[in-house]
């Protein structure tokens, strides 16, 4: 079955440290990868894709992300975490349905906090 | 910039009420999506539009209907609304006629509690 996965419903980091928001998945073809971030109160925001080429992404907000084939992963990334930062992260993949049409399905979430 | 408006932040309604969300978007865009999410479970698609007066099932579309009589405007409604229908429900939209590889764009959400 086509899926989407994020491992850790909560991330905590210390202001200026590297985080890292993990993504798995498994799907038939080639991968469309997605990240999106939702802030409190507020619908979700576009982050970064992956579609085809470099493995590294870059985004909004100073994200990136890697894309690793071998371990079907789309991990999200940033060298140095911001107070702000602090939001619901999500991951989604592209797949095609029952009528051959494509849709998104997401990950569960998880939840970045960021400590000063 | 891209604008998703979705007609209420905050919603009560009682079990057995015909409820409607409506959603309208700014950017002629084909694309319109109608999510519910719930906590632990990310978003579920109930229902997406391609193009107007066309409409195509979710992951979850039992008890939900839609309308999209304009390009701009994309209605959820409830037929019969029941406690498990509470929840946030988000709305979408994104360019082209298929899903492809474009971003979505989120309006801020319905939270809607069934008493």
């Known amino acids: 079955a086509q899926s989407v996965a994020q491992p850790e419903d909560q991330v905590n980091v210390a202001e200026g440290n590297p985080l890292t928001v993990k993504c798995t998945y498994s799907?038939?073809?080639?991968?469309?990868l997605f990240w999106y971030v939702q802030y409190p109160n507020r619908g979700l925001q576009f982050l970064l894709k992956?579609?085809?080429?470099d493995n590294l992404v870059k985004g909004s907000y100073g994200f990136e992300a890697e894309f690793n084939k071998s371990q079907t992963s789309f991990h999200l990334k940033k060298p140095s975490a911001l107070v702000s930062d602090s939001a619901l992260y999500f991951c989604?993949?592209?797949?095609?349905?029952?009528?051959?049409?494509?849709?998104?399905?997401w990950g569960a979430g998880t939840k970045l906090i960021i400590k000063p | 910039d891209v604008k998703v408006t979705q007609s209420s932040r905050y919603l009560v309604k009682r079990t057995g009420e015909k409820v409607f969300l409506e959603c309208v978007q700014d950017?002629?865009?084909?694309?319109m999506f109608w999510y519910r999410q719930d906590p632990g479970l990310g978003l579920r698609l109930i229902y997406f539009?391609?193009?107007?007066?066309?409409?195509e099932k979710g992951d979850i579309p039992e008890g939900y209907s839609v309308s999209r009589e304009k390009k701009e405007r994309f209605s959820l409604i409830l037929e019969s609304a029941s406690t498990s229908q509470t929840s946030m429900y988000l709305c979408?939209?994104?360019?082209?006629?298929?899903?492809?590889?474009?971003?979505?764009?989120f309006g801020d959400g319905t939270r809607l509690s069934i008493l």
């Open positions: 989604a993949v592209r797949v095609s349905n029952r009528d051959s049409n494509y849709q998104l399905i």
């Open positions: 799907v038939s073809g080639n991968p469309y």
């Open positions: 992956y579609i085809t080429g």
């Open positions: 950017m002629d865009h084909e694309n």
């Open positions: 539009s391609y193009d107007v007066k066309m409409k």
């Open positions: 979408a939209s994104s360019l082209y006629g298929q899903i492809s590889n474009q971003p979505q764009h």
